[in-house]
């Protein structure tokens, strides 16, 4: 990670599993995500070209979304 980038992270709750969804600026105002969920890190399909923050954590909590849909429900 370059020492001019930032990295942010946004934590939920769905269906009883944990989350972590942390967005890095990787440079030249692109941004890349990564997810976890319930500790575990989770594989998900990247998107070419993220130009925003905010686009970043909704990219990674609708990745959440779907990994956590396929879970069972945790009590």
């Known amino acids: ?9 946004v934590r939920g709750l769905i269906n009883g599993h944990t989350f972590v969804v ?3 600026e990787i440079g ?3 941004f890349d ?3 976890r969920v319930d500790g575990h890190a989770v594989s998900i399909p990247k998107a070419r070209m ?3 923050k905010g686009d970043g ?5 609708t990745a959440a979304e779907r ?6 429900r945790k009590p």
């Open 1 to 9: 990670m370059p020492a001019n980038s930032s990295r942010k992270t």
């Open 57 to 61: 954590f909704q990219l990674g909590v």
């Open 67 to 72: 990994h956590i849909e396929g879970l069972p």
């Open 28 to 30: 030249d105002g692109l």
């Open 50 to 52: 993220i130009t925003s």
């Open 33 to 35: 995500y990564s997810l």
């Open 22 to 24: 942390t967005v890095i």
